[in-house]
């Protein structure tokens, strides 16, 4: 896409060029060939007794070859003075397109002594602007992280002596204690490790932000690491009597950190226990696929409508369902999941409907990522895609776009299956071409962060119980 856009520019740029070159010719050379040609017309008319017979041609010839070279040098002029104009509006459209690429580093020098230049300058003091609110913004998210970690040291410096002495208390080890006693005392320590759990999942947030997130590497095996992984869980899970069903291919040895892959499996299969009816069945997978090892973990409880697969990874997100709320939590698991796969450059998405079940899959390179970029985990990104598809709408629809998205906002029809059905219904009225309809779901998806990718094919999948496209969170 910015490829074409680029050529098109050149194209523009070039058809500049050839208007400006032809205009300042036509200029040029009109004028002074009217000029040679009334001139030789009056020659020829004023004295015809005197020309010869060879002389009249030989005229004619030497105002040709006049028009001709003053054709030339105007060409020539037209051209240079053509690239005079068009050159710093490329050098324009070269600079904006390093902003779009997020460098506010980027300045002009263009001396046109017009308004050209007055733009390039104009151009420069809004990049020199931006540049100062970008460091502004690196400034404040540095600033938020450290005193986020900060913070949570501060906070469970006190927890760890405080819990212990809640524990002696709860053991009777300075006297006997009633039955209220103990009741309100196993509450005080249910909070305590629950607010324990929080700054814990703080910490953890903090360093990934900070690009701080520890990797122990190391030659795994890890379809044992699953293994022992889901027997670890098998304890929450018998519970609700669920049973947890383990797939997984053979796996060579791989470098990985076996740590950070349990974590993200005990939080991922946690929630499914948590949103599974009893008696039900909690299926865990793992295989090969191309230069990274794909995982999942699914289950067969209340599903996610489209709206909340957009924000389940977001932090402190919880399904809003009364019935679900009874198990608690504070909302940071799945965000803490995407921060440890995103920052090995892995992916992590769920596929879902309401009512089916979800399928939550990672992805894990086969090369591990030594070294460790932040991922931005606290802000939420509902605002930037809503703002994206308002975009979208204007460009396709034009002056009523704007007005059929907040119909749609009003409607809490926002979610990727709303608005493909939205998309299917203009193009059924013949107000969007099937091939516009198309580009218009590419759009939506893309801001969704989702692209086809086909992940597995086998048949015992998601995918075809639920006959859904299979999509990639990007």
Not at 262 to 289: D, M, P
Request: charged share 30%; net charge positive; glycine share 6%.
């Amino acid at each position: 896409m910015d490829g074409n856009k680029f050529d098109i520019k050149n194209l523009l740029l070039t058809k500049i060029n050839r208007k400006l070159t032809l205009l300042f010719m036509i200029v040029a050379l009109v004028a002074p060939a009217l000029g040679i040609y009334y001139f030789y017309i009056s020659s020829v008319s004023s004295f015809p007794g005197t020309l010869s017979v060879t002389q009249a041609p030989l005229l004619r010839i030497v105002a040709i070859m006049i028009i001709i070279l003053i054709a030339v040098d105007a060409g020539i002029i037209g051209f240079f003075v053509s690239r005079s104009i068009s050159k710093p509006i490329r050098e324009l459209y070269n600079a904006t397109r390093e902003v779009e690429k997020g460098n506010y580093d980027v300045r002009l020098d263009i001396k046109t002594h017009d308004e050209i230049e007055e733009l390039a300058k104009a151009f420069n003091r809004t990049t020199a602007a931006l540049g100062i609110l970008q460091e502004e913004r690196k400034e404040i998210d540095n600033a938020k992280t450290e005193f986020l970690s900060i913070t949570s040291h501060e906070l469970r410096s006190p927890m760890t002596p405080m819990k212990a002495q809640l524990q002696m208390l709860m053991e009777e080890y300075f006297g006997k204690l009633k039955k209220k006693q103990k009741e309100s005392l196993a509450i005080i320590i249910r909070n305590a490790d629950r607010l324990d759990n929080i700054i814990v999942d703080f910490l953890e947030i903090s360093r990934i932000e900070a690009a701080r997130l520890k990797f122990n590497f190391q030659e795994t095996d890890l379809a044992q690491t699953i293994i022992d992984t889901t027997r670890f869980m098998e304890g929450f899970a018998k519970d609700k009597n669920i049973e947890l069903i383990v797939n997984v291919d053979k796996l060579s040895i791989l470098e990985v950190d076996p740590d950070r892959i349990s974590q993200v499996f005990r939080n991922l299969i946690s929630n499914a226990i948590k949103f599974s009816e009893g008696n039900s069945k909690i299926e865990i997978s793992a295989e090969l696929e191309r230069e990274y090892i794909l995982f999942g973990v699914r289950d067969y409880g209340c599903g996610l409508t489209s709206e909340n697969q957009i924000r389940v990874f977001e932090p402190f997100f919880q399904v809003e369902s009364t019935s679900r709320r009874r198990h608690g939590g504070t909302g940071l698991g799945l965000a803490i999941c995407r921060g440890i796969v995103e920052s090995q450059n892995g992916k992590i998405w769920v596929e879902s409907k309401s009512g089916k079940g979800c399928k939550f899959c990672f992805t894990v390179p086969l090369t591990p990522v030594r070294k460790i970029r932040p991922i931005k985990i606290l802000f939420s990104q509902k605002g930037v895609i809503e703002r994206k598809i308002r975009e979208e709408f204007k460009t396709i629809l034009g002056p009523l776009g704007n007005g059929e998205f907040n119909e749609l906002k009003n409607k809490n029809a926002l979610g990727k299956d709303d608005l493909f059905g939205y998309v299917d219904s203009l193009t059924g009225q013949y107000i969007l071409t099937p091939e516009r309809g198309l580009d218009f779901k590419n759009r939506i998806e893309k801001i969704f962060g989702y692209e086809k990718d086909v992940i597995n094919k086998k048949e015992d999948t998601i995918y075809n119980s639920l006959g859904d496209e299979v999509l990639k969170r990007d």
